[in-house]
């Protein structure tokens, strides 16, 4: 065997490539990529890094390799995202869970810790990653995931039965509240909704703009158009007590904060994401 077949040296190769490409996560990406073409956790590749690759998994490496050259993003690659220590399916039809994202989960569960919550309602699914995640520690919860992309709502259904909890979900196709009952009453309300201005769309690193659906990014005009809607209309939809808690972008809780106060909601605050910035907002009706 040469050293070139050894996993380590395919490794380094690939953490070149990646790197010379402009890639910041390069080594992470093609140890993630290679564990997958050899069906083993990340960590696994420790300990075989001096033993040889089969050439069918060089080739298949390779390939995934110049799928992610191209910035296509690796979980699109992979097909799979791990959001809140949970395995998610995702495709080019549902935004790419991030880490930030756990800080909504987390609120909401700081935030109803030893009230009763019986219904909760997710308003841009995608993945369903932040309704599954709820559902997953709120174990007397039921949930309802919105979303006006078929596509997305699919892979949503997909990851509520892989999880064991489709018998607690019920999926809607539509504009936000539009395709639910209008007496329907929530105890928690959550929406991590488009908020790139549509100016700035442009402007998103490659990974994103490329790949990832712009019906998931593009808040409209000034990225709030999603947020208008959803703190008008929340009040109505929340039983007496209810949360309404909310992702937003960089620099948008203060007009968020605004709506927030303007739809009557009472209790309201805001809460950093580990980066240090205001990504939660969240308020009850009174
Ligand atoms: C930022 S992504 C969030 C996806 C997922 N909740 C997450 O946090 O990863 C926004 C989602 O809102 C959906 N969406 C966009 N416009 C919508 C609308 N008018 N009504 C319902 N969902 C919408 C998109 O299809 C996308 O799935």
Not at 90 to 100: A, F, G, N, Q
Not at 174 to 180: I, Q, R, V
């Amino acid at each position: 065997m040469s050293v070139a077949d050894t996993l380590l040296s395919q490794l380094k190769a690939a953490e070149v490539r990646l790197a010379l490409a402009g890639i910041e996560t390069a080594r992470l990406d093609a140890e993630i990529l290679m564990a997958h073409v050899l069906g083993c956790p990340r960590m696994a590749l420790y300990g075989k890094l001096t033993a040889a690759v089969p050439q069918q998994a060089v080739s298949e490496f390779d390939a995934l390799l110049s799928r992610r050259l191209t910035c296509e993003p690796v979980a699109y690659i992979t097909g799979e995202q791990e959001f809140w220590s949970l395995p998610f399916k995702v495709t080019p039809d549902t935004l790419i869970p991030r880490p930030d994202t756990e800080t909504l989960v987390e609120t909401v569960l700081r935030q109803m810790d030893g009230l009763p919550v019986r219904r909760v309602l997710d308003l841009g699914t995608g993945s369903g990653c932040i309704l599954l995640s709820l559902l997953h520690e709120l174990r007397d919860a039921l949930g309802t995931a919105v979303d006006i992309s078929a596509g997305a709502l699919s892979v949503a259904k997909e990851n509520a039965v892989s999880l064991d909890l489709q018998e607690r979900v019920e999926f809607f196709q539509g504009s936000w509240f539009a395709p639910l009952d209008k007496q329907a009453q929530f105890d928690v309300i959550v929406s991590n909704p488009p908020y790139i201005p549509s100016k700035d769309m442009a402007g998103l690193m490659a990974d994103v703009r490329l790949y990832e659906p712009g019906s998931a990014l593009d808040g409209g005009e000034d990225g709030l158009g999603p947020y208008r809607l959803i703190a008008d209309q929340a009040p109505a939809f929340l039983a007496p007590g209810g949360l309404l808690a909310v992702e937003v972008g960089i620099h948008q809780a203060g007009d968020v904060m605004a709506l927030f106060d303007a739809a009557g909601l009472v209790g309201t605050g805001k809460v950093k994401d580990l980066g240090g910035v205001e990504r939660v907002l969240y308020g009850k009706k009174s």
